[in-house]
């Protein structure tokens, strides 16, 4: 299975943007790449999804790199509610099943 | 949110005893997921399920037996508790249109075996 490499921690002032990087060497041409992310003694939560174009949608953007071997989870402006574990994943979808492999991710800190 | 819930939500038991985990679902999702979640090991896959009666194993599933009788319900089941099995465990459904790119975890069963 394709495997994502994720920095350990990151930290962020709170208002301003974080990029959050994730490698993917060896993505192949079908895999989706995901986010999640996991809030203090909760169960992970979806952020994002894409294939090869960049997407946007209410909490996040993805940027994909072009030979998509990388990505980055834009968050635009962060508030301390952000401060979470952030996997990057990759879905291995074969006929339907719907796997995620998670690593262990990124925890983001922001400062006040 | 999606209305998965998971029952119990903590629970202590004793070593070499069966104990059985619950995962509800509200939404009619297809796919349903057992994960465990450990100290630097992130989440890791038990057993999923593709539909009723239909199981198959994941990355970490010894010890573990699952079963689903029915669409709204993913039983987990440790036949004989061990201390390495001492974790907190998610349940994640998926699987209909609108949502297939999407799971969603319920809010965890910590399970603590002494």
């Known amino acids: 299975d394709a495997k994502t490499t994720q920095p350990n921690s990151m930290e962020s002032n709170e208002e301003e943007p974080v990029h959050l990087p994730c490698n993917h060497s060896?993505?192949?041409?079908?895999?989706?790449i995901h986010w999640y992310r996991q809030l203090p003694s909760q169960g992970p939560e979806y952020v994002i999804h894409?294939?090869?174009s960049n997407v946007n949608n209410r909490m996040a953007s993805l940027a994909i790199a072009e030979d998509r071997k990388s990505s980055t989870l834009i968050l635009h402006r962060a508030t301390l509610r952000d401060a979470a574990v952030y996997y990057c994943?990759?879905?291995?979808?074969?006929?339907?099943?719907?796997?995620?492999?998670f690593g262990t991710g990124t925890r983001l800190t922001i400062i006040p | 949110d999606a209305g998965i819930t998971q029952s119990p939500r903590h629970k202590v038991t004793e070593t070499g005893t069966p104990v059985t985990l619950r995962c509800h679902q509200t939404?009619?999702?297809?796919?349903m997921y057992w994960y465990r979640q450990d100290p630097g090991h992130g989440l890791r896959l038990i057993h999923y399920?593709?539909?009723?009666?239909?199981?198959d194993k994941g990355e970490v599933s010894d010890g573990y037996s699952v079963s689903r009788s029915k669409t709204e319900d993913f039983l987990l089941t440790l036949e004989s508790a061990t201390s390495s099995q001492t974790s907190v465990y998610f349940c994640?459904?998926?699987?209909?249109?609108?949502?297939?790119?999407?799971?969603?975890f319920g809010p965890g069963t910590r399970l603590t075996v002494t």
């Open positions: 994640a459904i998926s699987g209909t249109s609108g949502s297939l790119y999407e799971q969603y």
């Open positions: 060896t993505i192949s041409g079908t895999d989706y």
């Open positions: 894409g294939l090869t």
């Open positions: 994943i990759l879905r291995i979808s074969n006929f339907g099943n719907e796997k995620l492999t």
């Open positions: 939404e009619n999702h297809r796919y």
């Open positions: 399920s593709y539909g009723v009666k239909d199981t």
